[in-house]
């Protein structure tokens, strides 16, 4: 934590990244403490009532109160995209290290690389968003096919990144080292490659649960994911956008706005991630301390 502390003491906009995912997760372990109303309890006498002490946000067209649903949703959207990103991360991050260490090796037959990268090229010939929703539409609507569909459309990142650092990586002398004493390929990939890889991964992983964050807001307004009345930010969108017109501008914008922090956050975080997990950099970055 004083490593984190000395690297944002000069970077306040990072450190406002890790600001706000720290108080969006204290958030949504308090959340039955700290928000006020009950997510999915309307009320019709509290139709569309603008932002006031009563409701901080106003509510919705149902009487529900938008900033008790705001709390809620960081609940279902952080695990939504932590567990996605996390099977993604770990599924991509074990085909790419073993793919790269053994085409380092030059063990590894030229047919299965290719079709393996050609394969992962189909995948991301198809725009994310699209192929998500045409994921959902095969496994069936659900919190497990949003994760699936996640995990899915973000594999290709991590087995590319991973397969990168391996080729490199393999080619370095106390990996060889480790090779000619006798220490078998897969405690090979697990004791040299992957942790010496961890720092882009790490990156990238930080900035990719924004992503999915968004993904999975995105699928739920455009209808294919979690549907109302359950808090989630982008079906409260789906449901206030309609209200835009005729004035009513809180049901959607609050939780926009939310969203939106939250995707920034995240990409803030993953901007320094790599730096803090690698000792000759962070040293460097912290010198003057």
């Keep these: 934590m004083k490593v984190l502390y000395l690297y944002c003491k000069d970077r306040p906009l990072i450190g406002f990244g890790y600001f706000f995912v720290f108080f969006l997760i204290f958030l949504a372990v308090f959340a039955d403490l700290i928000a006020p109303w009950p997510p999915q309890t309307a009320n019709p006498d509290d139709y569309l009532q603008a932002p006031s002490w009563r409701h901080l946000f106003g509510t919705d067209e149902t009487g529900m109160d938008i900033f008790s649903r705001c709390i809620y949703s960081i609940r279902l959207d952080l695990s939504i995209a932590f567990l996605g990103t996390a099977v993604s991360a770990i599924v991509g991050t074990a085909i790419g290290a073993f793919v790269g260490y053994y085409e380092a090796r030059g063990r590894l037959k030229t047919v299965f ?57 393999r080619q370095m002398r106390y990996v060889e080292a480790a090779y000619l004493s006798g220490l078998s390929d897969v405690s090979l990939i697990i004791k040299h490659i992957v942790p010496n890889s961890m720092g882009p991964i790490l990156s990238h992983l930080s900035v990719n649960v924004g992503w999915s964050v968004l993904l999975a807001a995105a699928l739920s ?25 005729t004035g009513q501008w809180w049901p959607s914008t609050f939780p926009g706005i939310v969203l939106g922090l939250t995707v920034f956050s995240f990409a803030l975080i993953g901007a320094s991630v790599e730096v803090l997990a690698d000792p000759v950099r962070r040293r460097a970055a912290i010198a003057k301390y």
């Design 221 to 245: 307004f455009a209808g294919a994911g979690v549907e109302a009345p359950t808090p989630e930010w982008g079906s409260m969108i789906a449901v206030g956008f309609k209200n835009i017109v």
């Design 113 to 169: 690389s290719s079709f393996t990268m050609r394969a992962l090229d189909v995948i991301q010939s198809f725009p994310v968003f699209v192929f998500a929703i045409a994921l959902v539409a095969i496994f069936g609507q659900g919190l497990y096919s949003i994760i699936a569909a996640i995990a899915f459309v973000n594999m290709p990142i991590y087995v590319r990144l991973m397969r990168t650092q391996a080729l490199s990586i």
